[in-house]
């Protein structure tokens, strides 16, 4: 049976960190991506990287402030957040895709996270 189990997320203070965890197992999966959905948003890419190469990709609201990274012993990637923001409260799902260069499109994910909520205040 596959699992992603997120955790991590909390309430904190604008400007500060924290980092979020994906533990993943009953899967073999070539990427690891995080996204997040704001209320009244859509769900939105995040980063994601290649379990193989470690290459990895972010969006531009992210760049320069977020880490994606990941221990393949572990089965477990991680996404660290700093610097921020208010916008960037929402709710963090990680997902697993079997394709090496899935993108941001959440259809090419397979397996997905319950989701850990993130809460920025100013």
């Known amino acids: 049976q596959v699992h992603l189990v997120e955790s991590g997320g909390g309430s904190f203070q604008a400007g500060g960190s924290l980092r979020l965890s994906c533990v993943a197992s009953?899967?073999?999966?070539?990427?690891m991506g995080w996204f997040r959905r704001a209320p009244g948003k859509g769900r939105e890419g995040v980063a994601f990287i290649s379990r193989g190469g470690g290459s990895t990709s972010y969006a531009d609201s992210v760049k320069g402030r977020f880490t994606i990274s990941q221990d393949n012993a572990k089965n477990t990637g991680y996404l660290q957040m700093n610097s921020l923001k208010p916008e960037d409260s929402a709710m963090y799902y990680c997902?697993?895709?079997?394709?090496?260069?899935?993108?941001?499109?959440?259809?090419?994910?397979?397996?997905w996270g319950q989701g850990t909520q993130v809460t920025v205040s100013s």
């Open positions: 009953g899967v073999t999966y070539s990427t």
């Open positions: 997902a697993a895709s079997q394709l090496n260069y899935p993108g941001f499109g959440p259809s090419f994910y397979q397996y």
